[in-house]
C-alpha cells in the first residue's frame, strides 16, 4: 500500500489542522492505521490508532483529548483532527499502517507497522 499525508501547516497554539493520509494499492480496510511524529532530535512517537473496523482507537497520553482519529473505508483515508494544538506538538507527522483485522489489538511502536507515508510538517508557535 502506499501513503500519502497531507493537511500540515503553521498555527498559532491554541489552533487547529486536520491531517489526511490517502492510502491506494490493497483494500484499506484490511489495515490497522497510525499516526506518529518526530521532532528534531527525538524520536519517533505514537500519537494515536484505528482499528479497520473503527470500533477501537487508542492515543497517547500527551494528545487525548485534544487529537481525535477516524477513518473513512470508502475513501481509503484515514483523518487526524488536532485541536488546542500546543508548541510542543510541532513535529513531522507520518502515517503509517498494518495489516490487521483485529477489533481490539492496537499498535503503538513503530517496528508494528508495515508501511509508512512520507510525512507532513506540522509547527505550532506561541
Known amino acids: 500500500v502506499q501513503l500519502q499525508a497531507s493537511g500540515g501547516g503553521s498555527v498559532q497554539a491554541g489552533g487547529s489542522l486536520r491531517l489526511s493520509c490517502a492510502a491506494s494499492?490493497?483494500?484499506?480496510?484490511?489495515?490497522?492505521m497510525g499516526w506518529f511524529r518526530q521532532a528534531p532530535g527525538k524520536e519517533r512517537e505514537f500519537v494515536a490508532g484505528?482499528?479497520?473496523?473503527?470500533?477501537?482507537?487508542y492515543y497517547a497520553d500527551s494528545v487525548k483529548g485534544r487529537f481525535s482519529i477516524s477513518r473513512d473505508n470508502g475513501e481509503s483515508t484515514v483523518y487526524l483532527q488536532m485541536n488546542s494544538l500546543k508548541p510542543e506538538d510541532t513535529a513531522v507527522y507520518y502515517c503509517?499502517?498494518?495489516?490487521?483485522?483485529?477489533?481490539?489489538?492496537?499498535?503503538?511502536?513503530?517496528?508494528?507497522?508495515?508501511?509508512w507515508g512520507q510525512g507532513t510538517q506540522v509547527t505550532v508557535s506561541s
Open positions: 503509517a499502517a498494518k495489516i490487521s483485522s483485529s477489533n481490539r489489538d492496537y499498535y503503538s511502536t513503530a517496528y508494528d507497522y508495515d508501511y
Open positions: 484505528i482499528n479497520w473496523s473503527a470500533i477501537n482507537t
Open positions: 494499492g490493497r483494500a484499506f480496510s484490511s489495515y490497522y
